[in-house]
Structures are given as structure tokens and as C-alpha cells.
């Protein structure tokens, strides 16, 4: 078993999920015999974000690679960040540590494709998805993909940002989402959703949403469970 090092605190619930998800289904998949060892260096989320609002991307490399060169010195063999927007220095840090991340966008991209979705939408920060570091590895292997209208993607931005990273779930702010979704699906003919965000599995999900979510913490804890068992 590999020992696994995650870039947290971006923000703590999903932090939170992660830790607890890699414990219970690495143990359930030994049949009780085996949890990981985890490693978790934990950013200042505030000082993170700050460094996205103010487009400081040479900051927030820096700051984030002191993570990893902690996580690498502490013998973490599997290393990932756990926020989704902290992939937009993914490629950068890829370079400077001299290590293979194990990357979210890739891995939601790889399981999308093998679906035969051609057309799919994505929700996220504003900055998620307005960027293209999430959409890039689905581009290129043909498939479309669609985010909300620019009053939408406020609204989205600012629910995030006010309560799912501070865990705080209300049903309005479901019904405000899958009326987003629905619209997507009416008028851009999605056949799915990316959750883009590592808190948004905390509100939406398959059975509650008028399309099939791919659940950005699920697929990649998937594909990190599955490297540090060498399935």
C-alpha cells in the first residue's frame, strides 16, 4: 500500500471527505485489514483564494509547492491536490516537483469519455468555469462541454463560496441548481454535469439532479485508491 499525500484545506469539508472516503473504502476493499497512511498538508484557504481573486498564480505555485515538497520529504508516494481550482497551477507544480499529481481533471475527463458522453456541462467556481483547465482533457477527446450563463455562474460562485465551504447545505440552493441543470438540459442538450467543485457533492448528486453528476471527488478518489493499492 502506498502511502498517499493530499494538498488540503481548499476547503476543510471536502478536505474532510476525502480523509474519511480513502479510510472507509481502502478498508472495505481489504476486508477489514487495512487502512492507508495519509499525509495531509493544509493550506490557509483565505490565503489561497486570495491568490486566485488577485490573479497572483506565481504566488499560489509557490505557496502550493511548499505542500508538495513537505508531502514528498514526509514519504507520501501518491500526491493530489484536493480542490479542483487549485488545478490551475496543476501543470506548474507538475514541473517544479518533478512528480506525476494525480490529477482530478484527468481522471473526471478519462471517465466522462468511456461513458460515450459527447456533451456535458460543467459547475464550479466562477473561476473553474471560466477557465479551461477542467475542460482542456475533455476538449480534447471530443467532448462539448457547456457552463451556465454568466448570471448563473455568479449565483453558483456565490453559493460556494458563502456555504457549501463552510458546510452549510439548504434545499433553495438545491432548487436553485437544478433549475440551472435543467435549463442546460433544455436549451444545450447536456446528457450530464461535472461537479467541479469538491464541495458541490455535499448539495447535488444523480438522484437529485435532472441529469447524471460526475462526481469530481468520487471519480478521483477512485483513481487515487486504485494507484496506492496498484489495482
Known sequence: ???????????????????????????????????????IESVNFRRAWDYVVQDRFDLLTDYLFEKVNSLIAGGAE???????????????????????????????????????????????????????????????????????NSSERELIGKRIFEELENGIVKQSTLLEFTDIINRMKKEDGIEGVILGCTELPLLLNSENSPVQCFDSVDIHLKKLIQMAMEL
Open 1 to 39: 500500500m502506498k502511502k498517499i499525500g493530499l494538498v488540503g484545506g481548499t476547503g476543510p469539508e471536502s478536505t474532510i471527505m476525502y480523509y474519511k472516503k480513502l479510510n472507509t473504502e481502502i478498508d472495505r476493499l481489504t476486508d477489514g485489514k487495512t487502512m492507508p497512511d495519509i499525509a
Open 78 to 148: 501518491i500526491i493530489s491536490l484536493s480542490a479542483v481550482t487549485m488545478h490551475a497551477v496543476y501543470k506548474e507544480l507538475e514541473k517544479r516537483s518533478g512528480i506525476k499529481l494525480v490529477s482530478i481533471p484527468k481522471a473526471v475527463s478519462d471517465e466522462i469519455v468511456s461513458k460515450g458522453i459527447k456533451k456535458i456541462g460543467l459547475l464550479g467556481t466562477v473561476f473553474t468555469m471560466e477557465q479551461d483547465y477542467m475542460k482542456n482533457d475533455l476538449v480534447n477527446a471530443g467532448v462539448q462541454v457547456v457552463v451556465p
